[in-house]
């Protein structure tokens, strides 16, 4: 029994991030003269770590960094001979994902093909019409659903019991059949070390300024993920994380950190990303993790996204004594009426302010994350979020136009008021505008993302000059 985990490549010119926006995938063009974070496919380590312990022969091909041939490709897939192909289907490279697919088919036609991922759950029946898979898992966590697949696919009679499996969706002559739900594991801590091994980890680097205090912008360092909890319970309506992953739940502290120190101990890395949606979602236990690497003296620098509200001063000093050097926060807008209204009901920028400025007095790097084009959007709110990105100076910050990703509350309204410009689902990346609003277009969404970087850079490198002439008369 050998079963082959694909990390699909990236779309020509393109870069596909799988793990963001809640697993449907983030996308950019590709710049030869840049450096980027090359974040692992750890749900795919996860599910092979899973397999392995059941002696299941597997084995994770990532894709995704140099450009790989068909003829490459088939012979890599030939040394494994699969019985079971298995492959992330993202949002904003879907055509690329199955037409690959169909290619690796056309050379083993014999294997059980299976996509899984974000996409799949909201979208199975698209997924299945569109491509050459024999199946889907609707579940954004592969390493869930993986055992139960592929125990009922070595029985006798295999496919009738497959098809039995819950979170599983699959074609039945023209019919698409979708069998039920499981609720989402609550514990999780029955997920293991990921299986290193079976990946090239010199091929995940991270640029070292975003994790070294004072690193070089043109430097990559060894890098790695780590999962410590899953989903967030705050469910704005905008956010794919709840439909995805569910209400939050979260590993236990010693869990985590023994997989951080089994990553630093057998590979040497010492730079993290924690793949929570919000990490300090339960403040207890993050301090808990925090007191599990500064008691284990564990010399790494790793980074965390979190909620803007729930960083207390006692979390955030335990923060940077256990090597946390940058936090990112979705702060969304600085208009605190469409904030309470839409973006982030009940929490206040003075809030956010304060807890911002206490995390950049502890010396940690602060990455805000804005959206323009939320429901209620007007020039004015545009105007605020620059004068409140002018006023806090993240250390980086982000603007995504707003994306109405399926299966939200959003989406949903704006499929039901006519505000949707196309269902490409290529073309749902956070970079363009997919809806317009009727008080703010989609034109009105462009300039705005383009407005935001360029007039707070501009105020910055007009402040920079200004200190220079301070206490001279111009």
């Given amino acids: 029994m050998n079963v082959l985990i694909l990390n699909l490549p990236d779309p020509p010119g393109m870069i596909i991030n799988r793990d963001f926006a809640g697993g449907f995938g983030s996308a950019f063009q590709r ?207 905008y956010c794919p994380y709840p439909v995805i992953f569910g209400p939050w739940r979260g590993r236990s502290p010693g869990k985590i950190v023994d997989e951080v120190e089994y990553l630093v101990d057998n590979n040497n890395i010492r730079a993290f990303w924690f793949y929570d949606q919000t990490f300090s979602m339960d403040v207890k236990r993050s301090i808990e993790i925090c007191d599990e690497i500064i008691g284990r003296k564990l010399n790494v620098y790793w980074a965390c996204e979190t909620r803007a509200d729930k960083m207390p001063p006692v979390l955030i000093k335990k923060l940077r004594r256990a090597g946390c050097t940058r936090v990112q926060l979705g702060i969304e807008t600085g208009d605190p009426e469409l904030l309470s209204k839409i973006g982030k009901p009940r929490c206040k920028l003075e809030v956010f302010e304060r807890n911002i400025q206490n995390l950049k007095g502890e010396g940690i790097l602060t990455e805000l994350n804005f959206i323009v084009g939320l429901p209620g959007e007007t020039w004015r709110s545009i105007f605020r979020t620059a004068k409140f990105i002018r006023k806090v100076r993240p250390d980086m910050f982000s603007i995504s136009v707003v994306t109405p990703y399926p299966g939200t509350f959003l989406y949903e309204m704006a499929d039901k008021e006519g505000y949707l410009l196309t269902k490409d689902w290529e073309r749902y990346s956070l970079s363009n505008p997919v809806m317009s609003l009727p008080g703010f277009s989609s034109r009105s969404m462009k300039m705005a993302k383009l407005y935001l970087y360029y007039q707070t850079r501009l105020a910055e490198r007009v402040g920079k000059i200004l200190e220079l002439f301070k206490g001279e008369t111009l």
């Avoid at 869930?144 to 699959?170: P, Q, T, W, Y």
Wanted: charge should be negative; include cysteine; aromatic fraction near 8%.
């Fill in 31 to 237: 710049s030869n003269n840049q450096l980027y974070d090359v974040f692992p496919p750890i749900f795919d380590a996860y599910a092979a770590s899973i397999l392995e312990a059941e002696g299941i022969e597997v084995k994770v091909l990532d894709l995704r960094e140099k450009p790989i041939g068909n003829v490459h490709l088939a012979d890599r897939v030939a040394k494994v001979m699969p019985d079971v192909v298995i492959g992330r289907i993202s949002l904003p490279s879907l055509e690329s994902d199955l037409a690959f697919l169909v290619a690796v088919r056309e050379d083993f036609p014999e294997a059980l093909y299976v996509g899984w991922g974000s996409t799949c759950k909201v979208l199975p029946e698209e997924v299945l019409r569109r491509g050459s898979l024999d199946l889907v898992i609707r579940t954004g966590e592969l390493d869930v659903a993986i055992l139960g697949m592929i125990d009922a696919f070595m029985m006798e009679n295999c496919g009738e019991h497959i098809r039995r499996k819950a979170n599983v969706s699959f074609k039945e002559g023209e019919k698409i059949v979708h069998n039920p739900t499981d609720p989402p594991d609550k514990t999780l801590d029955s997920i293991p070390i990921p299986a290193c091994h079976l990946l090239d980890m010199k091929k995940y680097v991270a640029v070292e300024s975003h994790y070294v205090p004072g690193g070089s912008d043109n430097v990559t360092i060894p890098f790695f993920t780590v999962g410590g909890s899953r989903g967030c319970s705050f469910n704005c309506m």
